[in-house]
């Protein structure tokens, strides 16, 4: 059985971001690992000319490939990074070569799958692909975004977004879950997991996951902490009170509460409600399950009270939260590729 060739074309100029660049690649790479067969991704670093690209961070890329060399080729997944100026107030800007939209522009019609990766969403958005699309950018270039372009609607909470085809990502090292979220929608989330612990990175939510959440897993200084939190996780649905937590550790309620805050910087209580939220946003993004049940399984027990902790934390109600980040399951990964495997021969280098 032939292998389908997902070709991934990169864009690269002077000054692009060089994360932006390399983390997708990578997170491709490492899957190969992880499988038996050929995963069939093909990367190609493409820019106007085959002269070397200087970086943000001043490291030099090498193109595999112009602009030129792609013309009639079919692309699987396009990969825009962006690039910033900074002013002397420390003011960001996205920057947008408007040779590279065009360019940009012309490979958007031979793709079936469109990225951008932090402000790579400015040089989209220049395109005109993302007219009338749900995007997110890095949080500090959203307003000039959507002030620029006023047909895009712009989010700049989640860490991507995923509107039809087209995929925008916040930035920086968020360039990996949506790389990771790229993998799980061809080859699985079981896959895209394995991958995620060859990075020593937390795997997020195929969605929604926001720029600015608390984070649930962090380096714990003592083991100590870490079954704390694992007991926490295994049961939500508990009333945990301090006596009860600490009593799993066999310490007293003040040793509990102290090693909240030192360690975790926060106290038992609003842990807990922020696990039980993090818990609930996954329910309501990947299952079907109804408000009500999820509310249970979580530890807020009603409705009413799970709806108030969405509102106070997030703003909105727990079905408006559904409604705006929900992710159908796919029913054929790789439906879209059917009679997609293509002649490797004449390929760029």
């Not at 690992?33 to 991704?41: A, F, I, K, L, N």
């Not at 079936?112 to 270039?141: E, F, M, N, P, Y």
């Not at 939500?236 to 102290?258: C, G, K, M, N, Y």
């Not at 609003?270 to 049940?293: G, K, Q």
């Amino acid at each position: 059985m032939s292998t389908i060739e997902r070709l991934v074309v990169v864009v690269v100029f002077d000054q692009v971001d060089l994360l932006d660049v390399t983390g997708p690649p990578e997170v491709f790479s490492l899957l190969q690992r992880e499988m038996d067969e050929p995963t069939g991704y093909r990367v190609v670093l493409t820019a106007q000319t085959m002269d070397p690209v200087t970086t943000s961070a001043g490291v030099r890329l090498l193109p595999d490939a112009t602009f030129d060399d792609l013309r009639g080729r079919s692309i699987d997944t396009l990969v825009v990074p962006g690039a910033v100026s900074v002013d002397e107030d420390r003011r960001v800007t996205a920057l947008v070569d408007p040779e590279i939209a065009a360019r940009v522009a012309e490979l958007v019609e031979r793709t079936r799958r469109v990225t951008s990766v932090c402000v790579g969403a400015h040089i989209l958005a220049a395109t005109g692909v993302l007219a009338g699309k749900r995007v997110t950018t890095h949080w500090s270039t959203a307003h000039q975004l959507a002030s620029e372009h006023p047909e895009v609607d712009v989010d700049a909470d989640p860490i991507f977004i995923r509107d039809g085809q087209v995929w925008t990502g916040a930035g920086i090292s968020s360039c990996l879950d949506l790389a990771l979220a790229l993998v799980a929608d061809d080859f699985g989330e079981v896959l895209a997991q394995k991958v995620a612990r060859q990075l020593v990175v937390y795997l997020k939510r195929p969605s929604g996951q926001s720029q600015f959440s608390v984070p649930l897993e962090p380096i714990s200084t003592t083991r100590r902490v870490d079954e704390l939190r694992h007991f926490i996780s295994g049961h939500l649905a508990d009333t945990l009170t301090v006596p009860e937590l600490a009593e799993s550790l066999h310490i007293s309620d003040r040793q509990l509460t102290r090693i909240f805050k030192k360690e975790l910087g926060m106290t038992p209580a609003a842990y807990v409600e922020a696990a039980r939220l993090e818990a609930a946003r996954n329910l309501l993004e990947t299952t079907a399950d109804t408000i009500a049940r999820v509310a249970k399984q979580t530890g807020f027990g009603t409705v009413d009270t799970l709806g108030r902790a969405f509102r106070r934390t997030l703003g909105v109600t727990p079905s408006e939260y559904r409604e705006r980040f929900r992710v159908e399951p796919a029913v054929d990964r790789n439906r879209a590729m059917t009679g997609a495997v293509r002649d490797r021969r004449g390929c760029p280098p």
